[in-house]
C-alpha cells in the first residue's frame, strides 16, 4: 500500500490550495466573467451574468470537489460499475440496464426547453473543462489513479440519468409489493395478519381534511406470483431502502421574529462524502444558497432573499407490479435494446431490456418457466426536474415557484415553502397514477395495472395546503391524506412518529424562537417509545421478570425519559426488546427471507403491541404479559452477551454508530485511514426527530447529513443556517472534507448571510478566452 500512498501524495491537490494558485483560466463559449469564490467552509459561490455561463462555473467547481463521486453516479444510472469494481458489482449493471435509467433520461432530454438544456450542456463544458486541466496538470482525484482509469466526457443525459436512478431508490412501494407477492406465494395463511399496512390510529396526517370516514385498506385485486418468482423478484431488488426526511414551515404569526421560518433535514444513506453539496449561486445579483446532487446543476433545497423551499420524500405510490400476459393495444410502441455490461476482469454480461410506455419487462430467474413480471414507475415517462432544479432558486414567491414544479416526474416530493411575505405552504410534485380505488398493495394482473397507469394525476390535483389555519406545516413521510379523501396516493406510509413529535413541539411553543428549529432537529424523543412503551410496561407490572439483568432492563425502561441518548441503557434495552418481539412474531411466522422483505415491520409489530384481537388472529397463545417478560429476558441475555455481564456498562452509543465510509475505504488499512471513519457513537434513532437509522446489525446507515435552517427579517435580512457532516470536498487530503464533522455530531449550525457577500478565501476567475 505504499504505491497507494504515493499516488495520494501525488494527486494532493485540495481545492482551496489549487485555486490559491491559479487565479485566471480563460475558457471558450463564455459571454463574460465568473467568478468561483471559496468561503471558509469550501463551499464555492458562482458569480455570473450569464445564466449559461453561472452553469459553467457550477460544473468546473463541481468537478474540483466531487469529480470522482460524480463519475460513481453516473456509472451506477447507467449501468457501468463493473467496468471499474469489477464482478461484485454486476447486479447492479444489470438492474440498471433492465430498468433503462439511460433511455428514460435521453427521452426526458428531448422535454427540455432550449434554455434548460444549454444550461445543462454549459454545466458539461465546465466539467469537461476542470478535468483536462486536472489531467494536465496529474490532479484527477486519486481514486481514478488507484483504480487505474481516467473519466469520459460529461453528458447532458449523464446528469438526467442520476436524477432518474436516485428517484427510483426513493420509491418504497415496490418493496412492499415484493414482500406481499412472497407473502401471498408462500405465506398465505398470514395474508390476513400481515397483508394490510398498519398506520397506527389518531397518527398525523399531512393536509388535514373534513372527510368521510373512509374503509380500511382492503386487499384488493391481486396477482398470484409463483414462489420462485416472488423469491426472484425479491433478489432483484435486494439492498433498496427508501429515505426520508423532515421538513416544517411556520408563519409569520408562529415566528418570535414575526417573520416566517423554514427547517429542513432531509435523510439519506451516510456516505463520505455526503450525496448533498453545498452550493451558492449569483446571476446579476440574484442570490441563492443550498444543495444540490453532484453531477446536477442548480439547487434541489434552497433560499433566496424572499423564499426558501425544503423537500421529503412523499412516499406516495409510484411503482407498480403487473403479472401475466399485458393487453396489446393497437398502436401502443413497444421497445427492445440489448447491451453488454463490461465486466473488469470477467466476461460481459448481454442484458436485453423492453418495456412501452411507463413500464419495463422484468426477467425471469434464468431457465425458469415462471409467469411475465412488468414493472409500471413515474420515472419511465419523460419528465423534467432538471429544468426545475435550475428555475425554483429564483422564484421570489409562492406562486411563481409552483409553477416551476410543473414538469416534475420523480422523484415524487412534498415541498415545504416559505415566504418573505408570510407564506407557507406544502406542496406534492410529480408523476402519480390515477387510482380509482385502493389498488397498489400487492402485484396486480397485467390488464388492471395498465389500466390505472393510462392517465396519471394532473398537476393541481396532487395535494397542497397554502396558509392553514395552524399556521405551520409538517411533512416527515406521513400518511399525505385523510383515509377516503380524494386523490387515492397509496396506502404505504412511513410511521407517524417523527411527525407527531415535530407537531408537539409546534403546538407547545406558540412563537418558535429562532433557536428553536435547529434545537428540535436534534430532538431524542422515541416516538415509538411514546406509543408503545406504556402497554409494555403495563406488561411487565402484570408479570415481572425473575433474571436479574432482566429486572435492570425493566427498571431502566419503567425509568426512562423516552431520549435516544447515547449515553443511556435504556434505549439500547428498548430496542433489543423490539427486535426479539420481532422475531418471535413475524420472523418465527414467515421465516427469515420472507420477513427481511418487510420494510413496514416497525409498525406491524406495533399493532401487534397495542391489538390483542391482532396477536390472536396471528395464533399468539400466551397473554401480552407473559410474552413480553420472556422477551426481555432473551433481550438482556443478548445484551449482556454484547456488551457485558454488568448492565451498568450497557450504553446505547455502543451499538448505535455512524459507520460512513468511501467505498474505497474497505480495501485496505491505509485507504481506511485516508477514506473511512471510525464508528462514531450517536445519540438519535430510527424515531426520532434526529433521524439515526440502523440497518440489520445496528449500525447507523441513515440519517440527516446536511441540516437546513432559515428564517426572514426585515429589510432584506434572511439569515440561513446550515452544517453537512464531512464537508465540501471529496478529496481526502482536502482541509474541507471533513472539517464540518464536529459541528454537525455537536448539533451546531454555521451562518449564511445573502444579504453580503461570503468573506472570500480563495477566488478563481473564469474569463473568455480571446479569439485565435
Request: hydrophobic share 40%; aromatic share 6%; glycine share 10%.
Amino acid at each position: 500500500m505504499r504505491a497507494a500512498a504515493g499516488i495520494l501524495r501525488l494527486a494532493a491537490w485540495p481545492s482551496s490550495r489549487a485555486l490559491r494558485r491559479t487565479r485566471v483560466l480563460s475558457l471558450a463559449a463564455l459571454h463574460g466573467t465568473v467568478d468561483i469564490d471559496r468561503d471558509d467552509r469550501g463551499i464555492p459561490w458562482i458569480r455570473a451574468g450569464d445564466e449559461r455561463d453561472l452553469h459553467v462555473g457550477v460544473g468546473v467547481a463541481m468537478a474540483y470537489d466531487r469529480l470522482w463521486q460524480m463519475d460513481v453516479l453516473r456509472r451506477r444510472a447507467t449501468g457501468r460499475l463493473a467496468e471499474v469494481f469489477g464482478a461484485r458489482a454486476a447486479g447492479s449493471d444489470v438492474l440498471a440496464r433492465t430498468l433503462a435509467f439511460e433511455r428514460a433520461a435521453h427521452q426526458s432530454e428531448a422535454l427540455l426547453s432550449p434554455p434548460a438544456r444549454a444550461n445543462l450542456a454549459a454545466f458539461a463544458h465546465g466539467v469537461d473543462t476542470a478535468v483536462r486541466r486536472m489531467r494536465r496538470r496529474g490532479q484527477l482525484p486519486p481514486e481514478f489513479h488507484l483504480l487505474r482509469y481516467r473519466p469520459g466526457p460529461w453528458s447532458v443525459g449523464d446528469s438526467l440519468a442520476i436524477v432518474k436512478q436516485l428517484g427510483f431508490h426513493l420509491g418504497r412501494n415496490l418493496q412492499q409489493e415484493v414482500f406481499r407477492s412472497r407473502l401471498l406465494a408462500e405465506r398465505p395463511e398470514f395474508v390476513r395478519s400481515f397483508l394490510a399496512p398498519k398506520y397506527p390510529p389518531g397518527g398525523s396526517v399531512t393536509i388535514r381534511a373534513d372527510a368521510p370516514a373512509g374503509p380500511a385498506a382492503r386487499r384488493g385485486d391481486t396477482a398470484l406470483l409463483s414462489a420462485g418468482g416472488a423469491a426472484h423478484l425479491a433478489d432483484l431488488f435486494a439492498g433498496r431502502q427508501g429515505s426520508g426526511s423532515n421538513a416544517w414551515a411556520v408563519s409569520a404569526a408562529r415566528s418570535a421574529t414575526g417573520f416566517a421560518a423554514l427547517a429542513n433535514d432531509p435523510h439519506i444513506l451516510f456516505t463520505q462524502p455526503s450525496l448533498w453539496y453545498q452550493l451558492g449561486l449569483d446571476l446579476d445579483g440574484e442570490r441563492a444558497y443550498g444543495v444540490t446532487v453532484p453531477g446536477v446543476p442548480g439547487l434541489v433545497i434552497g433560499a433566496n432573499p424572499d423564499l426558501a423551499w425544503g423537500v421529503t420524500n412523499s412516499t406516495i405510490d409510484t411503482q407498480d407490479l403487473a403479472v401475466g400476459e399485458r393487453p396489446d393495444p393497437t398502436g401502443e410502441p413497444r421497445w427492445s435494446q440489448t447491451s453488454v455490461v463490461r465486466v473488469r476482469g470477467g466476461t460481459g454480461i448481454s442484458v436485453r431490456a423492453s418495456g412501452g410506455t411507463g413500464y419495463v419487462d422484468l426477467p425471469g430467474p434464468d431457465g425458469a418457466e415462471v409467469e411475465p413480471v412488468v414493472l409500471y414507475w413515474s420515472g419511465l415517462h419523460p419528465s423534467t426536474e432538471a429544468e426545475s432544479c435550475q428555475r425554483m432558486w429564483r422564484a421570489r414567491d409562492y406562486p411563481a415557484f409552483r409553477e416551476t414544479l410543473r414538469g416534475f416526474g420523480v422523484p415524487v416530493l412534498n415541498l415545504v415553502v416559505a415566504t418573505r411575505d408570510g407564506t407557507v405552504a406544502l406542496r406534492a410534485a410529480g408523476i402519480v397514477p390515477r387510482r380509482d380505488r385502493r389498488e397498489g398493495l400487492a402485484p396486480a394482473d397485467a390488464a388492471e395495472v395498465a389500466a390505472r397507469w393510462r392517465t396519471t394525476l394532473g398537476f393541481d390535483e396532487l395535494p397542497e395546503i397554502v396558509d392553514p389555519p395552524a399556521g405551520f406545516v409538517v411533512s416527515a413521510n406521513h400518511q399525505i391524506l385523510p383515509d377516503g379523501v380524494a386523490p387515492h396516493l397509496g396506502s404505504d406510509w412511513g410511521g407517524p412518529y417523527r411527525a407527531d413529535r415535530i407537531e408537539e413541539l409546534l403546538t407547545a411553543t406558540p412563537t418558535a424562537r429562532p433557536d428553536d428549529f435547529g434545537a428540535w432537529q436534534m430532538d431524542l424523543r422515541n416516538g415509538r417509545a411514546q406509543r408503545i412503551l406504556p402497554t409494555l410496561l403495563k406488561a411487565l407490572d402484570e408479570h415481572p421478570p425473575e433474571s436479574p439483568l432482566a429486572v435492570f432492563g425493566h427498571q431502566s425502561l419503567a425509568t426512562w425519559d423516552g431520549r435516544d441518548d447515547a449515553d443511556q441503557a435504556a434505549p439500547l434495552v428498548f430496542g433489543a426488546l423490539a427486535r426479539v418481539l420481532t422475531e418471535r412474531w413475524i420472523t418465527g411466522r414467515l421465516g427469515a427471507a420472507v420477513a427481511d422483505a418487510m420494510t413496514d415491520v416497525t409498525l406491524h409489530v406495533d399493532h401487534l403491541v397495542m391489538d390483542a384481537d391482532a396477536r390472536r388472529r396471528l395464533g399468539e397463545t400466551e397473554e401480552l404479559p407473559v410474552v413480553v417478560a420472556d422477551a426481555l429476558t432473551e433481550a438482556a441475555r443478548r445484551l449482556a452477551d454484547r456488551f457485558g455481564d454488568d448492565p451498568a456498562g450497557w450504553r446505547y452509543g455502543r451499538s448505535n454508530r455512524i459507520a460512513d465510509q468511501h467505498p474505497l475505504a474497505a480495501v485496505s488499512d491505509t485507504l481506511r485511514s485516508l477514506y473511512g471513519s471510525p464508528p462514531t457513537p450517536v445519540s438519535g434513532g430510527g424515531q426520532s426527530v434526529c433521524l439515526m437509522y440502523p440497518d440489520r446489525d445496528g449500525q447507523v446507515v441513515e440519517g440527516a447529513p446536511w441540516r437546513f435552517v432559515v428564517e426572514f427579517g426585515p429589510s432584506g435580512s434572511t439569515r440561513i443556517r446550515d452544517v453537512l457532516r464531512h464537508g465540501s470536498s471529496g478529496h481526502p487530503l482536502s482541509p474541507h472534507y471533513a472539517d464540518q464533522t464536529p459541528a454537525h455530531a455537536e448539533g451546531r449550525l454555521y451562518e449564511v448571510r445573502l444579504d453580503s457577500p461570503p468573506e472570500v478565501r480563495s477566488r478563481l476567475t473564469l474569463a473568455p478566452r480571446a479569439p485565435g
